[in-house]
């Protein structure tokens, strides 16, 4: 035997960029632990990150390249299968347009350092705009919002955790999700290191969730009315002379619009609504402008709502007149080694260059909604997907309304999906691409140290060699653009571009470059947030818009919802949510067997009240129905959940019957996305509205 040797990368599992440090030896991996040394995660990890060995030894993950066949599935070689699928796409498009391709990108995308690199040469290639993926089922709230305020969608403020006397959290579980457009391992210890310095932490969520028990206050509120709770706050501050807009001031454009928009929200007309007090909502304005540093986090729970766009603008307007916008301890903006806000001053928004064919949604950053995926494929007519590629991503199962898009996709001409599994999704298309795992691919997170609590950089090498016959997926996406266009290989790699962006970063000045990472394989501390947002605003006069007219006008929707509507119907009383789960991540963690086994956590979470009025016991199954679908599951309950409103988590569903599954079928849980709409949306920016579905609930 050879001798064990310490491998250090990466997690890339979640956002949080924990580091790891990998002991192996012959090919086998004895021990994941955190690494102590990271300078950004120091030694913190949780459980997913063993399932990076999980996924590298798995019996069930594919390696070659398979064809749907009459006779089942069949091996391919990678020159037939980029051949076949070369000359589909391109007859289709040749018939039916260039639209007539869809693609859809899961969240792993944005964990897969090649594919953040190489997906934009593939786009090119291939030509369509009909491009969807998660993030309109997660964050595009948060994106539009910075578009309009700030002048880029990929300048998103990020709380100053680290440094904070007051946070309020706003339908957000970071104890769970390590930070969630807030990249931050160990968030447990960091909020607690607030408390310790005499600070305070405020949880509001319609779930007594386990960053509100270590809290040190916790309001209930009612789904979908997050939106109003902020306008209160931001009202007290205007109406009290409690504003203080700090050294942004001269660069504010809007002040006296918004407080026209919000003049009509006082904490006494909104109270009822929210379910929360109206001295309380006084209280916790009052508190954030008396904090010598504060700062408000909202994340899924006002994002993935009908009001998120609303939810997150306010979060911004909050933070800002309470001065705690680009402040130390407030909402901060980190500065990545590799900057994905380019320098694109003055140049038009995205928002709405096109409108989706069926329903008339917005195209933003690139890609349409996915709610209206199903849509676009399964209305006939000119611009109709009639083939569609899925990149690392499982829509079955993670988009709203996932029994459509079995039908959807079913009725497809062509499909092909990358992926390392027969899911609920791909199990649809002609061909299956897989490519290598987290274990055998090099690792820089482009997207999540643009949302870090500290400046930081790392560089990951591989751990293993991958086979001859496999391929990473952004040589994949590469083969597939050469085989499209028809153009020979520039040879350019993904390490390449990384390399180019580091040396023309913010930190080219300390001779930043990939091989200074590779260098230093534990990373490098790059400092603490620093303001810095009037050299990277993008707006074209260089100005804060903090009313822009889109989402004042969008305050008469919200109006009509939560202010005059009375009657939530009988028939579905319930407003449902979902929720996280520590050990797993969306739906691409359930092939770890360590990570699912154990007791069932996929349970419907019901206050004990509505239990005894509608005769339920803990551990019974109860059927969960809306107009969408049903399903059944077995009850838990929970006096953590506000009366009125129950939870199930998402990213469960494997179990749904099917022939020729490789992943486990005797995997428990229900999708949540059985009983989803994707006709309910966020109407401002296309974001599916998950959070607040009305169901009704009885004994199965």
């Given at each position: 035997?050879?001798?064990?040797?310490?491998?250090?990368?990466?997690?890339?599992?979640?956002?949080?960029?924990?580091?790891?440090?990998?002991?192996?030896?012959?090919?086998?991996?004895?021990?994941?632990?955190?690494?102590?040394?990271?300078?950004?995660?120091?030694?913190?990890?949780?459980?997913?990150?063993?399932?990076?060995?999980?996924?590298?030894?798995?019996?069930?993950?594919?390696?070659?390249?398979?064809?749907?066949?009459?006779?089942?599935?069949?091996?391919?070689?990678?020159?037939?299968?980029?051949?076949?699928?070369?000359?589909?796409?391109?007859?289709?498009?040749?018939?039916?347009?260039?639209?007539?391709?869809?693609?859809?990108?899961?969240?792993?995308?944005?964990?897969?350092?090649?594919?953040?690199?190489?997906?934009?040469?593939?786009?090119?290639?291939?030509?369509?705009?009909?491009?969807?993926?998660?993030?309109?089922?997660?964050?595009?709230?948060?994106?539009?919002?910075?578009?309009?305020?700030?002048?880029?969608?990929?300048?998103?403020?990020?709380?100053?955790?680290?440094?904070?006397?007051?946070?309020?959290?706003?339908?957000?579980?970071?104890?769970?999700?390590?930070?969630?457009?807030?990249?931050?391992?160990?968030?447990?210890?960091?909020?607690?290191?607030?408390?310790?310095?005499?600070?305070?932490?405020?949880?509001?969520?319609?779930?007594?969730?386990?960053?509100?028990?270590?809290?040190?206050?916790?309001?209930?509120?009612?789904?979908?009315?997050?939106?109003?709770?902020?306008?209160?706050?931001?009202?007290?501050?205007?109406?009290?002379?409690?504003?203080?807009?700090?050294?942004?001031?001269?660069?504010?454009?809007?002040?006296?619009?918004?407080?026209?928009?919000?003049?009509?929200?006082?904490?006494?007309?909104?109270?009822?609504?929210?379910?929360?007090?109206?001295?309380?909502?006084?209280?916790?304005?009052?508190?954030?402008?008396?904090?010598?540093?504060?700062?408000?986090?909202?994340?899924?729970?006002?994002?993935?709502?009908?009001?998120?766009?609303?939810?997150?603008?306010?979060?911004?307007?909050?933070?800002?007149?309470?001065?705690?916008?680009?402040?130390?301890?407030?909402?901060?903006?980190?500065?990545?080694?590799?900057?994905?806000?380019?320098?694109?001053?003055?140049?038009?928004?995205?928002?709405?260059?096109?409108?989706?064919?069926?329903?008339?949604?917005?195209?933003?950053?690139?890609?349409?909604?996915?709610?209206?995926?199903?849509?676009?494929?399964?209305?006939?007519?000119?611009?109709?997907?009639?083939?569609?590629?899925?990149?690392?991503?499982?829509?079955?199962?993670?988009?709203?309304?996932?029994?459509?898009?079995?039908?959807?996709?079913?009725?497809?001409?062509?499909?092909?999906?990358?992926?390392?599994?027969?899911?609920?999704?791909?199990?649809?298309?002609?061909?299956?691409?897989?490519?290598?795992?987290?274990?055998?691919?090099?690792?820089?997170?482009?997207?999540?140290?643009?949302?870090?609590?500290?400046?930081?950089?790392?560089?990951?090498?591989?751990?293993?060699?991958?086979?001859?016959?496999?391929?990473?997926?952004?040589?994949?996406?590469?083969?597939?653009?050469?085989?499209?266009?028809?153009?020979?290989?520039?040879?350019?790699?993904?390490?390449?571009?990384?390399?180019?962006?580091?040396?023309?970063?913010?930190?080219?000045?300390?001779?930043?470059?990939?091989?200074?990472?590779?260098?230093?394989?534990?990373?490098?501390?790059?400092?603490?947030?620093?303001?810095?947002?009037?050299?990277?605003?993008?707006?074209?006069?260089?100005?804060?818009?903090?009313?822009?007219?889109?989402?004042?006008?969008?305050?008469?929707?919200?109006?009509?919802?939560?202010?005059?509507?009375?009657?939530?119907?009988?028939?579905?009383?319930?407003?449902?949510?979902?929720?996280?789960?520590?050990?797993?991540?969306?739906?691409?963690?359930?092939?770890?067997?360590?990570?699912?086994?154990?007791?069932?956590?996929?349970?419907?979470k019901i206050n004990s009240a509505d239990a005894q009025r509608l005769g339920?016991?803990?551990?019974?199954?109860?059927?969960v129905a809306s107009p969408t679908g049903s399903i059944q599951l077995p009850?838990?309950?929970?006096?953590?959940?506000?009366?009125?409103?129950?939870?199930?988590?998402?990213?469960?569903?494997?179990?749904?019957?099917?022939?020729?599954?490789?992943?486990?079928?005797?995997?428990?849980?229900?999708?949540?996305?059985?009983?989803?709409?994707?006709?309910?949306?966020?109407?401002?920016?296309?974001?599916?509205?998950?959070?607040?579905?009305?169901?009704?609930?009885?004994?199965?």
């Open positions: 035997m050879s001798e064990i040797k310490t491998h250090y990368r990466t997690c890339n599992i979640c956002e949080a960029m924990c580091g790891l440090e990998i002991r192996h030896q012959d090919g086998n991996i004895l021990s994941i632990k955190g690494d102590a040394d990271d300078p950004f995660s120091r030694g913190h990890i949780c459980p997913k990150a063993v399932a990076l060995q999980d996924f590298y030894n798995d019996k069930d993950r594919l390696k070659t390249p398979i064809r749907r066949t009459t006779d089942g599935w069949q091996a391919i070689s990678w020159d037939e299968a980029f051949a076949e699928i070369a000359n589909r796409f391109r007859g289709i498009q040749d018939a039916h347009g260039k639209d007539a391709v869809g693609v859809y990108l899961g969240n792993p995308n944005a964990h897969n350092f090649g594919n953040a690199i190489m997906l934009p040469r593939f786009f090119k290639a291939l030509g369509t705009n009909n491009r969807y993926s998660s993030a309109s089922a997660d964050q595009l709230p948060h994106h539009v919002a910075s578009n309009y305020m700030l002048g880029a969608g990929m300048l998103i403020p990020i709380p100053d955790i680290d440094h904070t006397d007051f946070m309020l959290i706003i339908g957000a579980n970071p104890i769970v999700s390590n930070g969630s457009l807030m990249t931050a391992p160990g968030v447990g210890k960091r909020l607690k290191a607030i408390q310790q310095r005499g600070g305070k932490v405020v949880v509001v969520d319609p779930r007594r969730t386990e960053t509100a028990r270590k809290a040190d206050q916790h309001l209930f509120i009612r789904p979908e009315t997050d939106a109003l709770m902020l306008l209160a706050m931001v009202h007290t501050l205007i109406d009290e002379g409690l504003v203080d807009l700090g050294h942004l001031a001269p660069l504010i454009e809007g002040y006296e619009r918004l407080g026209d928009a919000v003049g009509p929200y006082s904490p006494e007309r909104v109270a009822d609504a929210c379910g929360i007090a109206a001295d309380t909502l006084r209280g916790l304005a009052r508190e954030m402008a008396a904090a010598n540093s504060a700062v408000c986090y909202s994340r899924m729970g006002a994002s993935t709502q009908s009001f998120g766009g609303l939810c997150q603008w306010l979060t911004n307007v909050l933070n800002i007149l309470t001065g705690n916008f680009d402040s130390r301890g407030g909402a901060m903006f980190t500065q990545p080694a590799f900057d994905l806000v380019r320098n694109k001053k003055g140049k038009p928004s995205s928002y709405g260059r096109y409108e989706s064919r069926v329903r008339k949604l917005p195209f933003f950053n690139g890609e349409f909604p996915v709610a209206t995926l199903a849509d676009e494929i399964l209305t006939p007519g000119d611009g109709q997907i009639r083939a569609m590629i899925t990149i690392a991503g499982n829509p079955v199962l993670s988009s709203p309304d996932g029994g459509s898009l079995e039908k959807a996709f079913e009725s497809l001409d062509f499909m092909v999906s990358v992926d390392i599994y027969l899911n609920e999704t791909t199990r649809y298309a002609d061909i299956i691409l897989p490519a290598t795992t987290g274990l055998e691919v090099s690792h820089f997170d482009v997207f999540f140290n643009s949302f870090a609590v500290r400046n930081t950089a790392k560089f990951s090498e591989p751990l293993f060699a991958k086979s001859e016959d496999q391929k990473h997926d952004w040589e994949i996406l590469k083969e597939l653009a050469l085989h499209l266009t028809g153009l020979e290989d520039d040879g350019v790699t993904p390490e390449m571009m990384l390399d180019g962006g580091l040396r023309h970063g913010a930190y080219a000045d300390q001779g930043m470059s990939l091989e200074k990472l590779k260098a230093n394989p534990h990373g490098l501390d790059l400092g603490p947030l620093q303001p810095c947002l009037e050299k990277r605003l993008q707006t074209e006069d260089g100005r804060i818009h903090i009313a822009p007219p889109l989402f004042v006008e969008d305050l008469n929707r919200l109006d009509a919802f939560a202010l005059t509507e009375t009657d939530q119907g009988t028939e579905y009383p319930f407003s449902m949510i979902s929720r996280r789960l520590p050990r797993s991540h969306n739906t691409w963690t359930q092939n770890s067997h360590r990570l699912i086994k154990g007791k069932n956590p996929c349970t419907l339920l016991e803990d551990g019974q199954t109860a059927r009850v838990e309950i929970d006096d953590d959940m506000f009366e009125g409103v129950v939870s199930i988590p998402q990213g469960w569903g494997h179990n749904r019957p099917q022939t020729g599954m490789s992943i486990a079928e005797s995997q428990p849980g229900e999708s949540i996305n059985d009983v989803t709409d994707r006709q309910r949306i966020d109407a401002l920016t296309g974001n599916a509205a998950f959070n607040g579905t009305r169901v009704s609930i009885q004994a199965a």
